[in-house]
């Protein structure tokens, strides 16, 4: 066993890690991607980290659900709920297989497995009944208005490109497998979980864990199960190498360093867009509130400078 150097981190894996827009989304591709977004993550394992990888989904589940409709009548329908799994565990095998394979490469001696995770909900999360999490392909207004009346869909128009499917998006509680998901981080297993946010559940009024066809942050994810391993890192890796104020204007300004409440202002003051970088900043002030010592946003490549204090954006607590 290599030696570690009794930190905890969280490093959650961007969309882009697997699935890039500038390239054919074959799996022979998502491999190929993902070997290339472990750079800086190797180099963090071989400082020493103990560490969960968390990882997004939303190009898989949307392929997976294209999938279930364009089988519609020849197999079985497949909840939402399942092709979040499907897309955890086959996501979480492609992370997992190139992690190995890169780590034995290098004669780095840590075991990596793959935690398929189920995260509890509150079925009264106001998500749950005005869901706004676009998913899938874009329809016409009378195939929404159809599918709507057939299949009992939430559809609405996505800016001027047509009409897609909503779900919810309720906040994530807990991690139900968190205590071994610590206890495999303490022994120094580097373990994937909570890939697209974990499988949502809720308890049922006999208090069974029940599936919810619904879909989870997966930086608020991490965010949760941090706190829940006691991680004191949160890195969320991303396509940019800082978060900016007023990106993409004449006044865009980079941030190296800030405090929670510096970043909660930012916030109010419409900075990080609920499309953009709003989710992942939410996700950064839960975790420093939550008791985390610092969380880094940057892009893959910068994930072991940033760490250094040589990239990236840094927010620490009050």
């Not at 980079?254 to 992942?280: C, N």
């Amino acid at each position: 066993m290599a030696d570690l150097n009794g930190k905890t981190a969280v490093i959650a894996l961007g969309g882009n890690a697997i699935t890039r827009p500038d390239r054919e989304d074959t799996i022979a591709n998502q491999f190929a991607n993902t070997r290339k977004s472990l750079d800086g993550v190797v180099e963090l394992i071989k400082a020493g980290y103990k560490m969960v990888i968390s990882h997004g989904n939303g190009p898989q589940v949307g392929n997976a659900i294209l999938r279930v409709e364009l089988s519609r009548g020849k197999a079985p329908i497949l909840p939402l709920g399942i092709c979040v799994a499907d897309t955890e565990g086959g996501m979480g095998y492609m992370i997992e297989q190139s992690l190995q394979n890169r780590l034995r490469a290098e004669s780095v001696d840590r075991k990596v497995v793959t935690v398929i995770s189920q995260v509890l909900v509150d079925y009264d999360d106001p998500q749950i009944q005005n869901p706004t999490k676009y998913i899938g392909q874009f329809y016409t207004e009378e195939e929404a208005a159809r599918f709507t009346k057939e299949r009992g869909w939430v559809v609405k128009k996505d800016a001027n490109r047509g009409w897609r499917r909503v779900v919810p998006s309720p906040q994530p509680i807990s991690v139900i497998e968190a205590d071994i998901i610590k206890s495999l981080v303490e022994s120094g297993t580097i373990v994937i979980a909570v890939g697209g946010g974990g499988i949502p559940v809720y308890i049922d009024e006999k208090g069974n864990l029940e599936g919810i066809d619904a879909v989870i942050d997966k930086d608020l994810a991490s965010a949760v199960l941090g706190k829940q391993i006691s991680s004191e890192i949160l890195i969320i890796l991303t396509s940019v190498d800082k978060v900016a104020l007023n990106y993409g204007e004449k006044n865009e300004t980079w941030i190296d360093q800030a405090t929670v409440s510096e970043m909660e202002d930012y916030l109010r003051k419409g900075h990080f867009p609920p499309g953009s970088m709003g989710p992942k900043m939410n996700a950064a002030i839960q975790f420093i509130r939550d008791g985390g010592k610092q969380v880094i946003i940057t892009s893959f490549e910068n994930a072991g400078r940033a760490l250094k204090g040589k990239a990236g954006t840094r927010i620490l607590p009050d």
